[in-house]
């Protein structure tokens, strides 16, 4: 990426130096691995790990003799260790194994990167929503009235099916696939993968054939284009609104800023333009990642170049669109006065056009007998210099309606009087977010999340064995909902609180004799609020306990109950949401957050 459009975070993300060090990781889990096979002692395993070194002159000497990446980081670390053990480095390997799997890894961080972005885009267009709700605005395309915040909502809404398919993308290509040379683990134990993808924190991959199918990249970088040509619709949206003869908003100016070298009163929407300027990147990125497709037969290289220029490229674009976006909202003047004025400019041929549906809607007489009407008087509007609504009201056509319909006729907020209820439906699962001082995790992170401990609890059980499944208290109750719909094996589910007697645990305890258990629950601190129900199902003799936490929160008290599947990490302060905090009326939050100061 060119200096004027890096992002240090995603360089940082893309460089040698972090993907070297997810290859040394994808190793590393190698070895580890092995050594639970037996192949050698836990002494091998951890002298041959603590021995590895990365020399990026080292690897860029070797690659430049083997003219091959993975094989020059192989040799190199092959060179830390004299042990014959060394032979178990990227054992049944292939180098797209390690490859792809690291670009997972990469990927995964640079869309959290895309995400925050994201997000304070979103919660600008909200707050530009609600701010101007109830603004009239005249509507070129249709020439009727609209809201100003109307726009923005629509964008909001627009905006949130993208993410939502973002959220699906994101399991298709934060995947780990360790399928050997032409992805049949001919050399490998297929288990590894699912093993690597639990330690990484990846999705697995179903199936490849040595590569992770450039389909799936072609999909996700499709998404990111869609993104951008949204935010590029908007951008034309504000950019004719910005136009002299309309003038209803214009970008934020600084003091210093300069508009034009020839014409210093010039304050075009530069932001604006170049917005429009960086989407058609997008597009071409999306264009050059479909053309990586298709791959000759089991594997080639031709889509290694474009991948090494399109995952940091084309993530910095997007990322830096998103960023001059939400500046650009959250300093734009909006000239209310203007807006106005366009309005009573405008205002004959609004009535006109409202006129002529409440006529044909409320009289008895034909579209076309009320178009004639609604021309004579336009005509003797002109011709008088007389507004329409004065030349509607001396006209025998008010005696055809109510007058509370002919005051509606002219009452141009009555055009919105819907705004509540369509505002309702497009915003009713992010409301509430204004009562948090911080908002911790986006209701897209917490169903990503649940998602890939799905994913995690599909391969921990098998399709045709029953799992006794125990929800923890009423804050679990959301994560449950949201999580069993996409278990794939058999269940019972029964329910359980901190408070339970052993009288209640007794009878749901009973019939898990030699029976696998899980508990899940949305919040785990030290594990006191499953200790007890933990330690009593044990007396049972299941053949199998283990726990699964939603929200995992970092507490200075020693964790009393293993933790074998978690989803996101939470500080040690309040929080609320996604069930938590029911008390103070914000468990219903499809957000989770630190709550501003409650009164009790």
């Known amino acids: ?110 869309n959290e990167c895309l995400l925050d972005h994201i997000y304070s885009f979103r919660d600008a267009l909200q707050t530009l929503a609600f701010k101007y709700k109830s603004t009239l605005q005249y509507d070129r395309k249709e020439k009727y009235i609209t809201s100003f915040g109307y726009k923005f909502a629509l964008f909001f809404n ?31 134990d297929m288990d590894f ?135 650009v909202l959250e300093n734009m003047s909006v000239n209310e006065v203007q807006i106005n004025s366009n309005i009573r400019k405008n205002k ?42 004065n030349m509607f009201r001396k006209s025998n056509m008010p005696n055809l309606l109510k007058e509370e319909e002919v005051e509606n006729i002219f009452d141009l907020s009555y055009r919105i009087s819907h705004l509540d209820e369509m505002y309702s439906k497009i915003f009713r699962t992010h409301m509430g977010k204004e009562r948090l001082s911080e908002v911790l995790y986006e209701k897209e992170d917490i169903e990503f999340a649940i998602s890939k401990i799905a994913n995690f609890l599909n391969v921990e059980y098998r399709e045709d064995e029953e799992v006794e499944l125990f929800g923890c208290g009423e804050e679990s109750i959301m994560f449950l909902s949201k999580l069993t719909p996409h278990l794939h094996f058999k269940f019972n589910l029964q329910w359980i609180t901190e408070n339970s007697e052993k009288g209640d645990l007794k009878e749901v305890f009973k019939d898990t004799g030699d029976k696998k258990c899980l508990f899940l629950t949305a919040l785990i601190e030290t594990g006191s609020n499953i200790r007890g129900p933990y330690q009593f199902l044990k007396r049972y003799r299941p053949r199998d306990v283990k726990i699964c936490t939603l929200f ?35 468990g219903n939050l499809s957000c989770v957050g630190i709550p501003k100061i409650i009164k009790i």
Not at 165 to 186: L, P, W
Not at 242 to 254: K, L, N, P, V, W
Not at 380 to 385: N, R, V, W
Not at 552 to 574: C, M, N, T, Y
């Open 1 to 110: 990426m060119i200096r004027r459009y890096r992002i240090k975070k995603l360089e940082d993300i893309f460089s040698d130096d972090n993907k070297f060090g997810k290859w040394l990781d994808i190793e590393s889990l190698l070895l580890k691995y092995l050594w639970k096979k037996g192949k050698f002692s836990q002494e091998v395993r951890d002298s041959l790990i603590s021995s590895f070194y990365i020399s990026k002159n080292r690897i860029s000497e070797e690659e430049r003799r083997t003219k091959h990446d993975v094989s020059a980081f192989i040799n190199t670390l092959c060179e830390c260790s004299p042990l014959p053990e060394r032979k178990w480095i990227h054992y049944g390997l292939t180098s797209s194994d390690v490859v792809d799997t690291a670009n997972s890894l990469m990927l995964r961080e640079a």
């Open 348 to 389: 004959d041929d609004l009535y006109k056009r409202i006129a002529f549906k409440t006529l044909c809607e409320k009289s008895e007489y034909h579209p076309d007998q009320v178009k004639h009407w609604i021309e004579e008087l336009s005509e003797l509007s002109q011709k008088y210099h007389s507004s329409f609504e």
């Open 193 to 327: 993968q699912e093993f690597a993808a639990r330690e990484l924190n990846l999705f697995s991959a179903t199936s490849s054939n040595q590569v992770i199918s450039r389909t799936r990249y072609y999909s996700y970088f499709s998404l990111l284009s869609s993104i951008g040509l949204l935010i590029e619709e908007l951008a034309m949206e504000l950019r004719h609104l910005s136009r002299t003869e309309i003038a209803e908003i214009s970008e934020g100016f600084e003091e210093l800023q300069i508009g034009s070298s020839s014409m210093p009163h010039k304050k075009n929407p530069i932001t604006l333009e170049n917005i429009c300027g960086l989407v058609r990147l997008l597009k071409g990125y999306s264009y050059s990642s479909s053309l990586n497709s298709a791959i000759w037969l089991e594997r080639d290289i031709s889509h290694s170049s474009v991948d090494r220029v399109l995952f940091l490229d084309a993530t910095t674009v997007l990322c830096q669109i998103a960023m001059r976006m939400t500046k």
């Open 158 to 188: 627009s905006l949130n099916e993208l993410l939502s398919d973002f959220k699906n993308i994101r399991s298709q290509i934060e995947c780990a696939s360790f399928s050997g040379s032409v992805g049949t683990y001919a050399h490998i």
């Open 552 to 586: 995992f929160k970092h507490s200075p008290k020693a964790r009393e109950v293993p933790i074998d599947f978690f989803g996101l990490f939470l500080p040690s302060k309040e929080f609320v949401g996604f069930g938590v905090g029911w008390e103070h009326g914000l």
